[in-house]
């Protein structure tokens, strides 16, 4: 067997990605990192401007798709979309998430507990189904879910948030055993990132945050980008149903 450079492994060239929650933050770090590595993305969000937006900040061959990450309607004529513009999805970042409802878990209306289900949870479902049924199966791919450390150690306030990673962790862990070997399934997990989502968790003691960690600093989305593009490369030629824990070494503290 002949090794290839790293250098050469890391590349995407030829892929076709579809990244959720890609007008800011980390979905959009990803994207960036993605059509710098030479794939075609496409970059979904609820909101069309915001979108255009964010793209205006990409160099290579990216395009836009308004969709509601939650509503299966949405993921299908996105899906389509992004067939008819690029070609079979290969890699999907199932990245949109909603945080309702901050506060006790006991507290929480079902409305916002619905929501948050059906976008963090049942959401990355209908994605993975999607593109699944529109040439992954035949194909091959990756599919990467962004969840979180809340979903491995609870932590207050964002109870409900952090049961809906743990259930998507869960999930990552049976698409992985069901979809092999063809499509492998992975997930990225982030701690504490500085993005507008997790504002309320770091703005006000950002420094003091930061200095309880290991690396003494907050996520950036970028760091999260890096993972990412590792786990939809070849380098991840031989991983499915994985966690890749990115925290600054919050878990070890």
């Known amino acids: 067997m002949s090794v290839i450079p790293l250098g050469d492994r890391i590349r995407l060239d030829g892929k076709v990605a579809l990244v959720t929650g890609a007008s800011k933050g980390i979905g959009l770090a990803i994207a960036r990192r993605f059509a710098e590595a030479g794939a075609a993305v496409m970059l979904s969000s609820r909101k069309q401007q915001a979108l255009d937006d964010a793209a205006a900040t990409i160099s290579g061959d990216v395009a836009t798709f308004a969709a509601n990450a939650g509503d299966p309607d949405g993921a299908q004529a996105c899906v389509a979309a992004t067939v008819a513009r690029f070609g079979p999805v290969d890699i999907l970042v199932n990245n949109a998430a909603t945080n309702p409802h901050l506060g006790p878990t006991i507290g929480v209306d079902l409305g916002r507990f619905d929501k948050t289900m059906q976008v963090n949870l049942r959401g990355p479902l209908v994605w ?11 194909r091959g791919g990756s599919v ?8 491995i150690r609870h932590g207050s306030g964002i109870g ?9 962790i869960h999930l990552t862990k049976v698409l992985a ?31 003091a945050v930061a200095a309880t960690l290991p690396l003494h600093r907050l996520g950036q989305p970028d760091d999260i980008a890096g993972a990412a593009v590792f786990l939809a490369s070849d ?19």
């Open 128 to 138: 993975t189904q999607a593109v699944w049924h529109a040439g992954m199966e035949k």
């Open 144 to 151: 990467i879910n962004v969840v979180s450390i809340g979903g």
């Open 160 to 168: 409900v948030y952090n049961v809906s990673k743990a259930a998507l």
């Open 177 to 207: 055993s069901e979809l092999g070997p063809g499509v492998r399934v992975n997930a990225v997990a982030p701690g504490l990132v500085k993005t507008d989502f997790a504002r309320a968790l770091w703005e006000s003691a950002e420094d």
């Open 235 to 253: 380098l991840a030629g031989w991983m499915t149903g994985q966690v890749l824990v990115v925290d600054g070494g919050a878990l070890v503290r």
